[in-house]
């Protein structure tokens, strides 16, 4: 069954005069529990991509559906509800709050769920504990290492159940070694269920997918499934 689904989806923005094609007719569906790396040069149109997939922006034209939802029907109230509710995300640069630790840190997505604070505390544990970094709970980032860093924000994107996790350079501002050691957490997580979907340059992280889509100059070019899967 399709998490998401792309249909002739283009993005435009003006600058100026001149209108910026920043995606043109792109088309692919992911299925559930599929484990995905989007990859391209530099204004390949990756960030826009992600930033549809994610409901942080809408297409100029064309549909994109998720968990068969069409985001044009869709308010910005409705888009935040449902961006809420169905995805996690996980940056390159954290995003974590510096005078919170990992746990309160982890709780956000579900303070804004409006969750009470006792099943905030439970749910946040437990997914620091799924990462590994249960003994770390009360360390605010600055106490923690680059890669744990990324382990919570990687519990924060589990700590609210979505469907679909998507990573934006989740290995650009570490080392190669905790790079592959955060990919490896990543792949668990897939192997558990989860549909994730990988943004990055680097081949040696689009090899720990199953597939990996191909931008160039805002089009589709590949759709290449490691041999042996789907």
Wanted: aromatic share 4%.
């Amino acid at each position: 069954m399709s998490i998401l689904e792309t249909n002739n989806v283009s993005k435009q923005y003006q600058m100026g005069k001149v209108t910026v094609n920043a995606l043109a007719g792109v088309d692919f569906n992911v299925e559930q529990s599929e484990f995905v790396a989007v990859m391209g040069p530099s204004g390949s149109g990756k960030s826009t991509l992600m930033n549809i997939l994610g409901c942080l922006d809408t297409p100029t034209q064309g549909c994109y559906r998720l968990g068969g939802t069409d985001v044009r029907d869709l308010d910005d109230h409705q888009l935040s509800r449902l961006r809420n509710r169905e995805i996690g995300f996980i940056f390159q640069t954290f995003n974590l709050l510096p005078r919170a630790n990992a746990r309160q840190n982890v709780e956000l997505p579900l303070v804004y769920a409006g969750i009470a604070g006792a099943a905030r505390r439970r749910l946040a544990t437990s997914a620091l504990d799924r990462v590994g970094l249960v003994d770390r709970t009360d360390h605010k980032p600055n106490e923690l290492s680059g890669g744990e860093r990324q382990r919570v924000a990687i519990a924060r994107a589990l700590v609210s159940d979505p469907s679909l996790l998507l990573a934006d350079e989740p290995t650009g501002n570490l080392d190669s070694g905790t790079g592959e050691e955060i990919m490896r957490s990543l792949n668990r997580i897939w192997m558990e269920g989860r549909t994730v979907i990988v943004v990055t340059h680097a081949e040696e992280i689009a090899r720990h997918t199953q597939r990996i889509l191909r931008l160039h100059d805002g089009a589709l070019v590949s759709d290449d499934r490691r041999p042996g899967d789907g």
